[in-house]
């Protein structure tokens, strides 16, 4: 694969990286990701960013297309996540750089992963801005976007806005930009990177996007450190109101449920609550945990305004599966969502208990009592399992609505 410029003097010289499919603990199969970084040639030659240290060479050698690594005078590190710093090192020893440039938050990470003596070390702050030639870099510290560390980089005269982790996507393509993709899949990916990487740091998105639109910046480009770069006003557009709408998280109308079972009795549950959402109108996915991995449950979540999960009694508490995708939601922080559990027992029944104390240590709103049954559902386990997907259904209506 070439560098690719992207602008006039500007290049991408980033890794494609197919075979990642964890992504400390998030699944990114069977898209794998990009890391992205990008050159600048001007009156100061300017590396935004490394990639993955195993994908070092790769990018070394896309990097030697464009430019002699030693011409680079400038490496700016937008954030010391390995992902994007696992090779600076290897770089910084290459280039020998005049200066390098990282936040203030940043300090404290790039000299925490690395021996940085003899490092020519600059600290940015928002509103700090460097000559390189005939263009300004601005930078603009977003911390928690997604570490303390993380900051964008801002070019005026290119119009461009090197966003690092900000607006990405897990995904591994010989493309380049989001107007090269099936638009559905990319907004998938979207949503997927938003939900189990971004979601807890929503107010910081906010803020951010704000900022961005307090100082005026004029973008016609948008170039995160994974994924496709959007490379018009339109797609600019299209990705600033997708993280303002996600970010937001309004309540919407769909109801996403998700069980493990042991002997079927909490998987008959789990489509009763179906057939409730159904007659009230709300429109579901129902999610059997042995074939879905926690990473996907959260994906979904992004367009779903319910949650119902369900777990028989195993060992006093909850399977281990229901438990793992509590948790992993839990730390995620999804807001402003209505709940509902349920669950099937052989003597002492505390599955559902469990599961509502984690929904409701999310803040969930829990318009039903929970819905259990011992070994078989009943008719009457069944009748009320379809009552909790009613109860559910109209409270997540009335929430969409405002009321
Ligand atoms: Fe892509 Fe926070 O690293």
Redesign the pocket.
């Known amino acids: 694969m070439k560098p690719v410029e992207i602008k006039k003097d500007v290049f991408w010289v980033g890794a494609v990286d197919f075979g990642c499919h964890n992504f400390h603990g998030y699944s990114i199969a069977p898209r794998g990701t990009t ?1 992205n970084c990008y050159l600048v040639k001007d009156e100061k030659n300017v590396l935004f960013d490394t990639v993955q240290n195993h994908h070092s060479e790769d990018m070394i050698t896309r990097l030697k297309e464009v430019i002699e690594p030693e011409k680079i005078d400038y490496i700016v590190v937008n ?1 010391l ?4 710093a696992g090779c600076l090192p290897k770089l910084v020893q290459m280039c020998k750089p005049e200066k390098i440039f990282c936040s203030v938050m940043g300090l404290k990470s790039i000299s925490g992963y690395f021996d940085t003596t003899g490092w020519p070390i600059h600290a940015v702050k928002t509103g700090d801005v460097v000559n390189i030639g005939k263009r300004n870099i601005h930078f603009v510290e977003t911390r928690m976007l ?2 303390p560390d ?1 900051m964008f980089s801002y070019i005026p005269e290119d119009k461009l806005l090197i966003s ?2 900000a607006f ?1 996507q897990n995904i591994a393509s010989s493309m380049r930009f989001a107007d090269e993709v099936d638009r559905t899949g990319l907004e998938l990916a979207i949503e997927e990177y938003y939900y189990n ?1 971004v979601l807890p740091f929503s107010p910081q998105v906010t803020k951010t996007i704000e900022l961005a639109e307090s100082m005026g910046l004029d973008i016609d480009m948008i170039a995160p ?2 994924g496709l770069i959007f490379r018009n006003k339109e797609d600019v557009g299209f990705i600033l109101n997708k993280y303002r709408e996600m970010a937001e998280q309004k309540p919407q109308k769909r109801a996403l449920i998700f069980y493990d079972t042991m002997w079927h009795s909490t998987e008959t549950l789990a489509y009763q609550i179906g057939s409730g959402l159904e007659s009230v109108g709300v429109p579901y996915r129902i999610m059997f945990l042995k074939n879905h991995h926690h990473s996907e449950i959260m994906t979904e979540l992004a367009r779903c305004g319910a949650v119902i999960a369900g777990s028989p009694t195993h060992n006093n508490g909850i399977l281990p599966t229901v438990s793992a995708v509590l948790s992993y939601m839990k730390g995620l922080r999804p807001q402003n969502r209505v709940g509902g559990a349920f669950g099937s027992f052989g003597w002492s029944g505390e599955s559902v208990r469990t599961i509502t104390e984690w929904l409701e240590s999310m803040k969930m709103d829990l318009p039903s009592e929970p819905v259990k049954c011992q070994y078989r559902p009943t008719p009457e386990a069944l009748q009320a399992a379809v009552e909790l997907g009613r109860k559910v259904g109209l409270a997540l209506i009335d929430k969409v609505n405002g009321k």
């Open positions: 890391y954030h996540e390995l992902d994007h997604h570490w993380s690092n982790d990405g990487i450190d994974h």
